[in-house]
């Protein structure tokens, strides 16, 4: 479902470079965790309304819960693709004088 959903979503794939196509696979990935789960979350809970099943609602809120962590996951993704920080030292001239 993946490489069909690829196809459709992510443009000129074979000409990415390595880190740039993980990081659309991945918030591809964490989109449709999202979407599914909510999906779920939806089902289940009108199931388990009808049938009058706690199980069924505690199953809906599960659902609910890895939506959440799809979110996590949709986020880290999002923020592995910003641009590095530069490394700026510490004061190394009082780092590199002994105090006697």
């Not at 794939?13 to 990935?29: F, S």
Request: proline letters at 2%.
């Amino acid at each position: 479902m993946i490489d069909f959903l690829a196809k459709i979503f992510i443009k000129n794939k074979d000409k990415m470079e390595d880190t740039k196509l993980r990081l659309a696979y991945g918030m591809l990935c964490g989109l449709v965790g999202i979407g599914l789960n909510l999906l779920l979350f939806g089902g289940k809970l009108l199931a388990g309304i009808i049938s009058g099943s706690i199980a069924i609602l505690a199953d809906a809120f599960n659902n609910l819960a890895d939506a959440g962590s799809s979110v996590v996951t949709f986020i880290g993704f999002k923020l592995s693709g910003k641009n590095q920080t530069p490394i700026i030292p510490l004061d190394t001239a009082a780092s590199s004088t002994s105090v006697v």
